[in-house]
Nanobody, 119 residues
């Protein structure tokens, strides 16, 4: 069963930056496109970004385009999300998962990592 362990969240002022990391186990990490999702209080979980299994393409939700970068290290089974120019609307719990397009592939989720942006 795929397992995801997200880290790197925290409290940051608007305009600041954070790097999130996701360690994946229990599945063949290098075989899947991977993505980040986020869930703000009272809202549904939403797609944020995705990257091909080999890094050949990336995809970003419109609200984060130009501010977030996604990368992966298949040797370390690791996925990263670099977030710049953070805004209050980015406040959420962030999760990683394998993806099919902009949808999660696996039913299992990690605990996520909290990102809070203060204005």
């Amino acid at each position: 069963q795929a397992q995801f362990a997200e880290s790197g969240g925290g409290l940051v002022q608007a305009g600041g930056s954070l790097r999130l990391s996701c360690k994946v186990s229990g599945t063949s990490f290098g075989s899947y496109a991977m993505g980040w999702f986020r869930q703000a209080p009272g809202k549904e979980r939403e797609f944020v970004a995705a990257i091909a299994y080999n890094g050949a393409w990336t995809d970003f939700a419109e609200p984060v385009q130009g501010r977030f970068t996604i990368s992966r290290d298949n040797d370390k089974n690791a996925l990263n999300l670099d977030m710049n120019n953070l805004q209050s609307g980015d406040t959420a719990v962030y999760f990683c998962n394998a993806v099919r397009g902009r949808l999660s592939r696996f039913d299992s989720w990690g605990q996520g990592t909290q990102v809070t942006v203060s204005s």
